[in-house]
């Protein structure tokens, strides 16, 4: 087993040589291309450690005849647990009231209850109805925007508009998608109550940092905690850097230690699975499985 030479994503460009002879990969959110797959005849299953494939071209994958799996289910609760403790973060300002007591300050910070506020949930998968059911515990209203679902127990089903409007806190947990790329930007954030705070465990992808520093820089956003990013790791350039009110983790969510070891063995046992003729792998592509060209019948 070859490990990573570094953290952070890798450019097709730079997969290609470090998959040169390897036949199965635990991938992070680095990118799996048509060329990729291309330049590396010899790869036959890439398997996700964690639940987000948008940075894998699955339909360029399964013409290849590789075949993805992911780990659904492994991080739920982890990042459930953390886009919560954002939110309490954020909203009671518990980082900037650390960082006084240790520079010698006692400093009395003021931010808004959390309890019996409404909750906006972009999204509503798994990890939406997670934070969903912690928001029960603190009698928050809670509402969801999600296209793709009929009904939400826990939460209200609303437009994206209504929620945006109507929401104390807005955590996002949907897919990266050509629909949902930028979708919390210059219009969106118009939308959003300057008494409101933006929470992102989701994916980095979802929201337009300019627009999100602009806001935050004219009082237009109470304040926001994100844990993911557009470039991973954060460039020490990068504007939300300095942003106000603006509070930074380096994409972790996911990485409560039981969660993180969940996630590894299946990662791993997707493989294994796949590669002695198992059921069980969590395969996002099915369709490659009778396909002609399955690189898994060259074993």
């Known amino acids: 087993m070859t490990p990573s030479p570094r953290p952070g994503a890798y450019a097709a460009d730079e997969l290609i040589p470090l998959l040169d002879g390897i ?4 991938a992070a959110v680095d990118a799996y291309t048509a060329s990729v797959f291309a330049a590396c005849p010899r790869l036959k299953i890439v398997s996700r450690w ?3 494939i948008d940075s894998i071209d699955l339909d360029a994958a399964t013409a290849a005849g590789v075949v993805v799996c992911n780990t659904p289910g492994t991080t739920t609760e982890a990042v459930a647990d953390y886009a919560f403790a954002l939110l309490l973060a954020a909203a009671r300002r518990i980082v900037e009231g650390e960082a006084a007591v240790r520079a010698g300050l006692w400093s009395e910070l003021t931010g808004p209850l959390v309890h019996g506020k409404t909750l906006g949930l972009v999204g509503y998968g798994q990890i939406g109805a997670a934070v969903a059911r912690r928001a029960a515990g603190f009698a928050m209203r809670v509402l ?3 296209p793709y679902r009929t009904t939400a127990d ?5 437009s994206l508009e209504h929620l945006l409007a109507e929401s104390d806190f807005v ?7 050509p629909e949902t790329r930028g979708l919390i ?6 939308l959003i109550k300057p008494s409101a705070y933006l929470i992102n465990t989701g994916r980095g992808a ?11 820089r004219e009082g237009r956003l109470a304040g926001a905690a994100l844990d ?12 939300l850097r300095d942003a106000p009110r603006c509070l930074l983790t380096p994409h972790t969510a996911y990485n409560a230690t039981e969660a993180a070891v969940a996630t590894s063995t299946m990662a791993a046992d997707n493989i294994l699975k796949l590669w002695r003729g198992q059921p069980g792998a969590a395969v996002c592509n099915p369709a490659v499985l009778a396909a002609v060209n399955l690189r898994l019948k060259e074993i």
């Open 23 to 26: 036949d199965a990969v635990i």
């Open 50 to 52: 964690g639940i987000g």
């Open 144 to 146: 969801a925007y999600d």
């Open 154 to 158: 826990g939460a209200e089903l609303v």
């Open 171 to 177: 955590s996002l947990h949907a897919a990266v998608t």
């Open 185 to 190: 930007g210059t219009a969106a954030l118009s």
């Open 206 to 216: 979802l929201i337009d940092d300019r627009a999100l520093c602009r806001a935050l």
């Open 228 to 239: 993911v990013f557009g470039r991973e790791p954060l460039p020490p350039d990068d504007p």
